[in-house]
Nanobody
Framework: QVQLMESGGGLVRPGGSLRLSCAAS????????VFWYRQAPGKDREFVAR???????HYADSVKDRFTVSRDNAKNTVYLQMNSLKPADTAVYYC????????WGQGTQVTVSS
């Protein structure tokens, strides 16, 4: 069974950092493209970043140069390192993969506030 589980969210002050984890089971992250999305209150879910099976990464313009997506093949886990956080980054963050079916994690809340 393909599953994703996010962790690492929390409350952080503007300018701070957090690292989100997306632990995968039932498939191999190094053979897949894994996405990070986020959804702020009252807004649509939006693309944040992705890491291709090749290791190539892509980012939304709003997070470029602040966020970094990476993976640990041994742990079968994808990470989202978030630096220079802003209040506008407040959202529930999800990881997602297409593994024969569309699979989403349960999400982890990130709140950026002073």
């Amino acid at each position: 069974q393909v599953q994703l589980m996010e962790s690492g969210g929390g409350l952080v002050r503007p300018g701070g950092s957090l690292r989100l984890s997306c632990a995968a089971s039932g498939f191999v992250v190094s053979l897949s493209t894994v996405f990070w999305y986020r959804q702020a209150p009252g807004k649509d879910r939006e693309f944040v970043a992705r890491i291709l099976y090749s290791g190539i990464t892509h980012y939304a313009d709003s997070v470029k140069d602040r966020f970094t997506v990476s993976r640990d093949n041994a742990k079968n886990t994808v990470y989202l390192q978030m630096n220079s956080l802003k209040p506008a980054d407040t959202a529930v963050y999800y990881c997602q993969v297409w593994a024969g079916t569309d699979v989403w994690g349960q999400g982890t809340q990130v709140t950026v506030s002073s």
